[in-house]
């Protein structure tokens, strides 16, 4: 399963492949100095596992363009937010014309001067305003690529979040599947600790045998439960984070609760006995039967087929703070995006645009079981695997994290707090207070700023009814 922290992955150290007219060679990278040929591309692409997939992409295209040749590396990085291979590549002057990125570090990477805007190319290219070209892909992942009043990529793909249940154990424990059923809505956090109430077991000395639920691990996390609450992470209108709210606070303290509740440390024993570090994927608390809720993406459908087929299991919403509240999810997703000395020439405009565009998701979509951005194929009922519909639907009241230019500051800060709340090592008091500080100055060195327009707003451009089932 890929991890969602990291960028890239390698093939291995200086691995790369060159696609020209559907045959493989290999390739180098372009010496210091020298002219670019603008009917060569040369991408930094997906992880290594997926590398393959990518390849049908690249064939496909050159099919249709065998006069361009596009040459695809996969370049290590070492997790969120990390910049230090196309910092080193820029400066190098090594860069490559088109670069998979997480699309959370679009913005972050545009403040520093990293990537290019591709409004020019839009406008050249396309014939069209760049507001009018991104409306075809789903606003919150072209917000995730705007910055300063310019776009800086395509948004490649999106992940809501969901909850999966091992149904053949809430049945054994007599839990109400009424409650279950995604049909109903969200259960509430109420109605969730009654469930573990009525599930989660101990042994004498306290050791755990079997758990509901653990609000910290896989996609959940304090940053999650504080969108699920509505907080702000910023203010347009003051230009300034805002992690010291008592909106914030307020979540931070319910989830110390929640921590002292469950008690860290012999649930993270129980993780350490049933899902060890460095497990093979067919080893989870989740698919040993001893974990009824599982926090997870729809890439967690392939896994439910690739290692439990045998598991009956099925995906709702995730809680929510009050009974009757309408469902929640968060997405994120990747992006191609264009770093500062690439060739801006108008194969490489072509073959960014078919990639994250209708055709390039069509082909990629389906087999790594993500949710296209682009509408189009949305759309399309071979543009994604329909066994993660439930996911798809959840675009439509999906959140996604606030595209800052300190965005890694703001998803460290908020995963520190989250460790030192599990390890009850400091107040939410002081821990709201020590994020807002550690934060908020680099951020008031780019104000003023303001989200884009509309953000955290319904797409008027996409309707998820109008996806075919």
Same mark, same amino acid.
């Given at each position: 399963?890929?991890?969602?922290?990291?960028?890239?992955?390698? *093939?291995?150290?200086?691995?790369?492949?060159?696609?020209?007219?559907?045959?493989?060679?290999?390739?180098?990278?372009?010496?210091?100095?020298?002219?670019?040929?603008? #009917?060569?591309?040369?991408?930094?692409?997906?992880?290594?596992? %997926?590398?393959? +997939?990518?390849?049908?992409?690249?064939?496909?295209?050159?099919?249709?363009?065998?006069?361009?040749?596009?040459?695809?590396?996969?370049?290590?990085?070492?997790?969120? =937010?990390?910049?230090?291979?196309?910092?080193?590549?820029?400066? =190098?002057?090594?860069?490559?014309?088109?670069?998979?990125?997480?699309?959370?570090?679009?913005?972050?990477?545009?403040? *520093?001067?990293?990537?290019? $805007?591709?409004?020019? *190319?839009?406008?050249?290219?396309?014939?069209?305003?760049?507001?009018? /070209?991104?409306?075809?892909?789903?606003? /919150?992942?072209?917000?995730?690529?705007?910055?300063?009043?310019?776009?800086?990529?395509?948004?490649?793909?999106?992940?809501?979040?969901?909850?999966?249940?091992?149904?053949?154990?809430?049945?054994?424990?007599?839990?109400?599947?009424?409650?279950?059923?995604?049909?109903?809505?969200?259960?509430?956090?109420?109605?969730?600790?009654?469930?573990?109430?009525?599930?989660?077991?101990? %042994? +004498?000395?306290?050791?755990?045998?079997?758990?509901?639920?653990?609000?910290?691990? %896989?996609?959940?996390?304090?940053?999650?439960?504080?969108?699920?609450?509505?907080?702000?992470?910023?203010?347009?209108?003051?230009?300034?984070?805002?992690?010291?709210?008592?909106?914030?606070?307020?979540?931070?303290?319910?989830?110390?609760?929640?921590?002292?509740?469950?008690?860290?440390?012999?649930?993270?024993? /129980?993780?350490?006995?049933?899902? &060890?570090?460095?497990?093979?994927?067919?080893?989870?608390?989740?698919?040993?039967?001893?974990?009824?809720?599982?926090?997870?993406?729809?890439?967690?459908?392939?896994?439910?087929?690739?290692?439990?087929?045998?598991?009956?299991?099925?995906?709702?919403?995730? $809680?929510?703070?009050?009974? =009757?509240?309408?469902? /929640?999810?968060?997405?994120?997703?990747?992006? *191609?995006?264009?770093?500062?000395?690439?060739?801006?020439?108008?194969?490489?405009? %072509?073959?960014? +645009?078919?990639?994250?565009?209708?055709?390039?998701? +069509?082909?990629?979509? $389906?087999?790594?079981?993500?949710?296209?951005? #682009?509408?189009?194929?949305?759309?399309? &009922?071979?543009?994604?695997?329909?066994?993660?519909?439930?996911?798809?639907?959840?675009?439509?009241?999906?959140?996604?994290?606030?595209? !800052? $230019?300190?965005?890694?500051?703001?998803?460290?800060?908020?995963?520190?707090?989250?460790?030192?709340? #599990?390890?009850?090592?400091?107040?939410?008091? #002081? !821990?709201?207070?020590?994020?807002?500080?550690?934060?908020?100055?680099?951020?008031?060195?780019?104000?003023?700023?303001?989200?884009?327009?509309?953000?955290?707003?319904?797409?008027?451009?996409?309707?998820?009814?109008?996806?075919?089932?």
């Amino acid at each position: 399963m890929i991890n969602r922290r990291t960028l890239l992955k390698a *093939l291995g150290a200086g691995a790369s492949v060159t696609i020209a007219g559907g045959s493989i060679v290999g390739c180098t990278n372009r010496p210091v100095g020298e002219e670019r040929d603008p #009917n060569v591309v040369k991408m930094w692409g997906i992880w290594a596992s %997926d590398a393959e +997939k990518e390849m049908e992409v690249v064939e496909a295209f050159t099919e249709q363009n065998p006069d361009v040749k596009i040459q695809v590396s996969q370049v290590p990085s070492n997790g969120q =937010g990390d910049a230090s291979s196309v910092i080193t590549a820029v400066r =190098g002057r090594t860069g490559p014309d088109i670069y998979f990125l997480d699309r959370f570090n679009g913005a972050q990477f545009a403040s *520093l001067g990293l990537l290019e $805007p591709i409004d020019g *190319l839009i406008e050249e290219h396309e014939g069209m305003s760049p507001e009018e /070209f991104m409306s075809g892909w789903v606003k /919150f992942a072209t917000d995730e690529l705007y910055y300063d009043g310019h776009y800086y990529g395509l948004p490649m793909d999106t992940d809501t979040r969901g909850m999966y249940v091992n149904m053949d154990l809430a049945r054994d424990a007599g839990i109400d599947l009424d409650l279950l059923d995604p049909e109903n809505g969200p259960m509430s956090y109420d109605q969730l600790w009654e469930i573990e109430e009525q599930f989660s077991v101990q %042994d +004498k000395r306290g050791t755990y045998e079997r758990v509901t639920w653990i609000p910290w691990d %896989d996609q959940a996390s304090l940053l999650m439960w504080a969108m699920a609450n509505d907080v702000d992470f910023f203010s347009n209108e003051e230009c300034k984070m805002l992690l010291d709210t008592q909106e914030m606070l307020d979540v931070a303290t319910m989830y110390r609760g929640w921590v002292e509740r469950l008690d860290f440390h012999r649930l993270d024993a /129980f993780k350490a006995t049933y899902q &060890p570090p460095n497990a093979p994927p067919t080893q989870t608390s989740f698919f040993s039967d001893r974990q009824l809720f599982q926090i997870s993406g729809p890439w967690g459908v392939q896994g439910q087929a690739d290692y439990k087929p045998d598991m009956d299991y099925q995906v709702t919403h995730l $809680p929510v703070p009050n009974e =009757g509240d309408d469902p /929640f999810t968060w997405a994120g997703g990747f992006a *191609l995006a264009m770093p500062k000395g690439a060739s801006m020439s108008k194969a490489a405009w %072509d073959f960014f +645009k078919f990639y994250a565009g209708y055709e390039g998701q +069509k082909i990629m979509m $389906p087999q790594i079981s993500r949710i296209p951005t #682009n509408i189009e194929t949305v759309k399309d &009922p071979e543009g994604w695997n329909r066994d993660i519909s439930f996911f798809v639907e959840l675009m439509a009241v999906a959140k996604s994290r606030p595209p !800052l $230019p300190v965005g890694t500051k703001l998803w460290d800060a908020m995963f520190t707090m989250q460790g030192s709340l #599990n390890q009850g090592s400091d107040t939410p008091e #002081n !821990l709201v207070k020590e994020a807002q500080a550690y934060v908020d100055p680099t951020m008031q060195q780019f104000c003023p700023i303001e989200l884009p327009e509309g953000f955290g707003e319904p797409d008027p451009n996409f309707d998820v009814s109008d996806v075919e089932e």
